[in-house]
């Protein structure tokens, strides 16, 4: 018997980042839309026709975005506040200012808040209702695109993000949480149903409804409204439409019987993550007999390959309860690289221990062959035998200089001596900063020049000399650049850096890297993350000569820049077969190695970027503690815990929310924070004030990820609501996160109204 296949969602950025250099060009002015429709419409095909060659039965449509798949709901429903709506600008006039906000001709609004996309390094655009909203069925995106792979001959499965998720991550005009009256449910899930009708009409046979926000804790109310918007839009089904509730990141065992009784016609269920509970949940409950379950096997979310037969045995688990099992990616495959083809730097021999997506189709489509097939079959099938021997334990030995230095970590090693209190009393002195003091977070532009020299180099096409030579022109343009601007803790740039972990990966043991495998973080910004192979050491000092060239060439604090243990594991795709806690820990060692070199080399602000630290936060609360927090904070101490007292130790975090672990920040021990509160709310100063913050923190004055310019007014208001929660003597005055992917054009400008604003601010508390 035949096992269906179904694909959560693909890659939609291209093998060859295709739509980012589109889309890019587009807001450049070097091409129209109509070019950027076209490469799209190219792009959509593309990957239609692949998973159709794959045998992938069920493929993906309207997983297809230009920015974002939340930002696409919104405008599906018609929640575009007012600001952007009185801009009268095109389709995707609108949709770009919604997401990067605008500063032209029509008018100067800020994009709407972007945030982290559960436990991933994708960020999404936070939804926003204001008085005005009017929620209605307002874009045929989904129509047109279903359309346009019907006229290709491929009847696709429409996928949404559901109602439930969407309205749980939308927020209202003061960035709090919807108020959600009986009206509004009922009018949003009066637009799925509308959906749902159409797609009768079109011919659908399936429509995926993604509801991840399923696999967090519920609040008071939440079943209630899961309820109340599925008993609305099921009934639009009128048996001639399939709806399969999709959810991933995670187990439902909490909500699983509802959803079970709600007689979905498909059940995603994630069996990489949550995967006990989700079984427990099957086993204790049964399956609605309406219901075939999506058995999510191909893990969404890393490149190991997978293990035959681990996923047999999981597809077996649940056959145990229901005949009705499909194989299914455990999420969409948005979070990992299109293709291992072309990775010619990789040897033959570790290149075939990984699946990107493409692959990932070939197993999904292998997987659901093997579960059709008996006992005796199985144990005559090639194809398993050859995954087997991928698990054979013979992949990497392990290094014996890393294991015997961390069997020998005492408690003392996680300690920093004296507290910090005292630490910042001598490092004021030490330093001579003036109130508010004013920095960066690191890294400076990293224009079409600088790369256009790191591509000359790894082609041979100049020397390393030449390269240093470069480099260094850089930094020294940059740090005259900081002194006449004013900033009062400078830094080198960053312009040797390709990215803020890749690098550090290049200089450390047991890493590999790949050439084409990017994955998209926002809008049409990639990430490449390296590889974690085999036990990680120092290799050599990393940073050490950059950082003592930059300080020589200046009379200010240079700040030297690393990246943290837990952002690097992070960031890059951790190995399997030992723990993260195991794998950080190595990376502890290694970063620690680096730090005390720095601070030898004279380098007396140290910051250790742990961007992705609140990234992995546990979706439930129960986890945080012991499957994270426990261990990752203790690794981040680890690495500074040697210092003198009065070098003084940053940190910095892409992240606001974390007033639920405030208290596990402030026990990294950093001295000092920056973060990024500037595009989302405000309450997460509010919880630095109750929870009596000891850090001294920098909680982003403006946003780097517009092109928008702030004025010195507004940066100064932004300074007084600071002011108003937290101690003058704690406050540092920074952008929200690196300068690397904006223009020089817009950064100059910000930066001098920054430090205007601090200044302003300054002269007022003198007074
Ligand atoms: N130091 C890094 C930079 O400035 C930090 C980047 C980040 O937070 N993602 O680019
Ligand atoms: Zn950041």
């Not at 690289?337 to 197993?363: C, M, N, Y």
């Not at 240079?558 to 950080?584: A, C, F, Y």
């Not at 981040?636 to 672990?661: G, W």
Request: aromatic share 8%.
């Amino acid at each position: 018997m035949s096992v269906l296949t179904s694909v959560s969602g693909f890659p939609r950025i291209g093998q060859n980042r295709e739509l980012k250099k589109i889309i890019e060009g587009y807001w450049k002015g070097a091409n129209d839309i109509d070019a950027v429709r076209a490469t799209a419409k190219e792009l959509r095909a593309r990957h239609w026709k692949l998973q159709q060659a794959a045998g992938i039965d069920l493929i993906p449509s309207n997983d297809f975005s230009y920015y974002d798949q939340m930002l696409d709901t919104a405008i599906l429903l018609n929640v575009i506040p007012q600001r952007y709506q009185r801009l009268s600008l095109d389709e995707e006039g609108t949709l770009f200012a919604m997401a990067r906000g605008y500063q032209g001709e029509a008018g100067d609004v800020t994009a709407l808040p972007m945030k982290k996309w559960f436990t991933t390094n994708y960020h999404y655009l936070v939804p926003e209702f204001d008085a005005a909203t009017e929620v209605r069925l307002n874009s045929t995106k989904a129509f047109d695109e279903f359309a346009e792979a019907k006229e290709l001959g491929i009847l696709t499965k429409p996928v949404f993000i559901g109602p439930y998720t969407f309205l749980k991550l939308a927020r209202n005009s003061e960035a709090q949480e919807l108020e959600l009256d009986k009206g509004l449910v009922s009018a949003v899930a009066d637009v799925y149903a509308q959906v749902l009708a159409k797609f009768i009409e079109l011919g659908a046979e399936w429509v995926q409804l993604d509801e991840p926000y399923l696999v967090l804790d519920k609040e008071p109310g939440d079943v209630e409204l899961f309820k109340s918007l599925y008993a609305k839009i099921l009934p639009a089904r009128k048996g001639a439409v399939k709806v399969l509730l999709n959810t991933y990141f995670g187990h439902i065992a909490d909500v699983y019987e509802t959803v079970n009784l709600l007689g979905f016609d498909g059940v995603g269920l994630d069996l990489n993550e949550g995967r006990d509970e989700n079984l427990d949940a099957v086993d204790r409950y049964g399956v609605n007999s309406a219901t075939t379950l999506f058995a999510g096997v191909v893990n969404g979310r890393n490149i190991w390959r997978n293990n035959y037969a681990v996923s047999l045995g999981l597809v077996d688990a649940l056959k145990e309860k229901t005949p009705n099992v499909a194989v299914s990616t455990a999420s969409s495959l948005l979070h990992v690289p299109f293709s291992t083809e072309g990775e010619t730097g990789i040897a033959a021999e570790q290149l075939k221990h990984f699946a990107f997506a493409v692959e990932k189709l070939g197993e999904l489509r292998e997987i659901a062959d093997l579960a059709g097939k008996d006992d005796a079959e199985l144990k005559s099938d090639p194809a398993l035998a050859a995954n087997q021997t991928l698990f054979d334990g013979t992949r990497v030995a392990a290094d014996p200089a890393v294991a015997a230095r961390v069997a020998g970590l005492t408690d003392e090693d996680f300690v920093r001596q004296p507290a910090r209190a005292e630490r910042q009393k001598l490092q004021r002195e030490a330093l001579g900063l003036p109130l508010l003091p004013t920095t960066t977070i690191g890294s400076f532009p990293q224009t079409r020049e600088i790369r256009a020299e790191r591509a000359k180099l790894r082609k041979g096409e100049i020397t390393k000399a030449e390269y240093d030579a470069f480099i260094k022109a850089q930094i020294d343009a940059c740090i005259r650049h900081q002194e006449e601007i004013g900033l009062d803790v400078l830094v080198h740039g960053e312009f040797e850096r390709n990215d803020m972990v890749e690098y550090f990966g290049q200089n450390l043991n047991g890493f590999l890297f790949t050439k084409n495998a990017w994955v998209q973080s926002y809008g049409t910004r990639c990430v490449k993350p390296p590889i974690v192979w085999g036990d990680v050491s120092r290799a050599k000092p990393i940073t050490v000569e950059w950082s003592a060239y930059a300080q020589s060439k200046t009379d200010h604090v240079m700040k030297g820049m690393l990246t943290g243990p837990v952002t690097i594991l992070n960031w890059s795709w951790p190995r399997e077969d030992i723990t993260h806690e195991q794998q950080t820990q190595q990376l502890a060692l290694a970063i620690r190695d680096e730090v005390l070199d720095l601070e030898s080399a004279g380098i007396r602000v140290i910051q250790i970027d742990e961007a992705a630290l609140r990234e992995k936060l546990p979706l439930r609360k129960s986890d945080w503690h012991v499957k994270y927090l426990d261990w990752a904070v203790p690794a981040f101490r680890l690495v500074h815990s040697a210092v003198k007292p009065t070098t003084q130790i940053h940190t910095h975090m892409c992240y606001s929310e974390f007033n639920d672990i405030i208290r596990d920040i402030d026990a990294m021990d950093a001295d000092v924070i920056s973060f990024e509160a500037s595009r989302g709310d405000l309450v997460v100063l509010d919880a630095i004030h109750e929870a009596h913050f000891e850090t001294e923190a920098g909680p982003g004055v403006y946003d780097i990820h517009s092109p928008r310019i702030p004025s010195e007014q507004e940066i100064e208001e932004r300074i007084g609501e600071i002011l108003a929660k937290m101690d003058v003597e704690k406050v540092w005055i920074n952008p929200d996160c690196g300068l690397k992917t904006r223009g020089d054009a817009e950064t100059w400008p910000s930066l001098e109204h920054m430090v205007a604003a601090a200044r302003a601010v300054r002269a007022r508390l003198a007074k």
